[in-house]
């Protein structure tokens, strides 16, 4: 079956939640078994670790970072080989744990969080500050104008920028209507469907990155649900 047409992008219940709403708690922690399932915390150590291999530091920042545990689980499957690189969690809300920064300064990490609409704090970000910005399950929150825009700002900041996406596909359509069978909750499975219809297939991410002359580009499926782009300064 061919990818269904244009992208949808339309409000999630947990972006609409207060913080501390029992379900939306819950949500979050559905969030983070799916990343598991969806082995998104490997696959972003994987693209980490081979688009910084030989930097001289490692300094990281997450887009919409939520809780923060998912660059947490990056860390651990990267400590051995980067065991004192530095973070900082981005996100309009603060839900961080204060044990989630606990567990960061356990593996030698320095985090930083910031509490802050994504792109107002890119704005104020001077160049060449991290040396990679990652999203994950993030850009497709956001209008094509939107992303546009972010990854200019990102593009100045940043010698890497890698991001892991829904895929927008059958397959990912099909295992949305299934999270019952693991017990996610109405919240999580309303907001599936969501994402998956406002997903990335194809190039989409490669064609609204605003200077592809300097910038080596990959995009492709990673697995059967999951959409990872990567761009990576030539210099």
Do not use: Y
């Not at 079956?1 to 339309?10: L, W």
């Amino acid at each position: 079956m061919k990818n269904f047409s244009a992208r949808i992008v339309s409000p999630e219940l947990l972006d609409m939640l207060p913080s501390q709403d029992r379900r939306a708690l819950r949500s979050r922690l559905d969030l983070r078994r799916l990343n598991q399932w969806m082995n998104h915390p490997q696959r972003m150590a994987e693209a980490l670790s081979e688009n910084l291999n030989g930097a001289a530091t490692h300094r990281i920042v997450e887009l919409g970072a939520g809780d923060g545990h998912f660059l947490l689980s990056v860390a651990r499957r990267l400590q051995r080989q980067w065991p004192n690189a530095d973070v900082t969690l981005v996100d309009r809300l603060n839900v961080v744990d204060p044990a989630i920064v606990n567990s960061f300064g356990d593996l030698g990490w320095h985090v930083r969080v910031e509490t802050a609409a994504v792109s107002g704090w890119l704005r104020q970000l001077p160049s060449n500050t991290a040396d990679a910005i990652i999203a994950n399950l993030f850009l497709h929150h956001f209008q094509a104008g939107e992303l546009a825009e972010m990854f200019q700002l990102a593009a100045g900041a940043a010698r890497v920028f890698i991001a892991l996406e829904p895929r927008r596909a059958w397959r990912s359509r099909l295992c949305g209507h299934l999270l019952w069978v693991i017990r996610c909750n109405s919240v999580t499975r309303h907001d599936a469907g969501v994402s998956i219809r406002a997903g990335f297939s194809g190039r989409e991410l490669t064609a609204i990155w605003p200077d592809k002359a300097n910038w080596d580009l990959a995009e492709c499926a990673a697995g059967w649900f999951s959409h990872l782009f990567v761009a990576r300064r030539k210099d």
